[in-house]
């Protein structure tokens, strides 16, 4: 790869990575309802998943992910599910003034969360598909190629949505009372009941 074609596919990339869509709003929602150390491990899950189906895309593999239908409808309702049920969670939960370390959260938990919500849309090996070959030519990619796309890839997908991340907290930490903290977590509550509206309807 050119230097030029690696720029431009980390600006495609972010863009991308900015894009309104069930990863920004598991981002925001997190963030705003646990903090931002337990955000930032469910962006890592997102972006993992990415990494997979861009691995899936250089290698050829979609025709696997094509015919794996019935697999991604059982994951998009195990995955919506889920989230709906902690958009429940979130509404119902306390609004005392606290940004504390929650002790029920699981990092574990949130890192599958985010590759739960990435690996049920299949539909992004076929992004990658589509805009891969703009850059490189993927029958000639070395494997130092494919570990420096990937890590392009990786960084161009982190350095956006963390920063999202860490705003959405900030923002959360101008709130200080219980009427405020309510607010945000419907606001969290509803965004996460949208991804997982969007798990199951993408």
Same mark, same amino acid.
């Given at each position: ?7 431009s ?20 929602s ?22 997979? &189906?861009?691995?899936?895309?250089? &290698? ?6 094509? =015919? ?7 994951v ?11 958009a ?12 504390k ?42 494997t ?24 959405? =907290? ?33």
């Amino acid at each position: 790869m050119t230097l030029i074609s690696s720029i431009s596919l980390a600006l495609t990339v972010m863009v991308f990575a900015i894009t309104p869509g069930p990863g920004i709003f598991l981002t925001i929602s997190k963030s705003l309802s646990s903090g931002f150390k337990v955000a930032s491990v469910a962006v890592l899950g997102l972006i993992i998943g990415d990494i997979c &189906y861009l691995l899936f895309a250089i &290698y050829g593999l979609s025709f696997v992910v094509e =015919h794996m239908g019935s697999f991604f409808n059982i994951v998009k309702f195990i995955g919506g599910s889920y989230l709906i049920y902690l958009a429940y969670k979130i509404w119902n939960s306390s609004t005392k003034v606290s940004f504390k370390k929650q002790k029920d959260e699981s990092l574990t938990q949130n890192f599958i969360t985010g590759l739960l919500v990435t690996s049920s849309n299949p539909k992004v090996i076929f992004f990658y598909l589509g805009f891969l070959p703009a850059f490189m030519d993927l029958t000639v990619l070395t494997t130092t190629d494919i570990i420096i796309v990937a890590m392009i890839v990786f960084i161009s997908l982190l350095i956006p949505v963390i920063g999202i991340a860490f705003a959405a =907290h900030k923002a959360k930490e101008l709130f200080k009372n219980r009427s405020a903290v309510r607010i945000l977590n419907r606001v969290s509550a509803t965004l996460m009941f949208c991804v997982g509206l969007l798990l199951f309807f993408n």
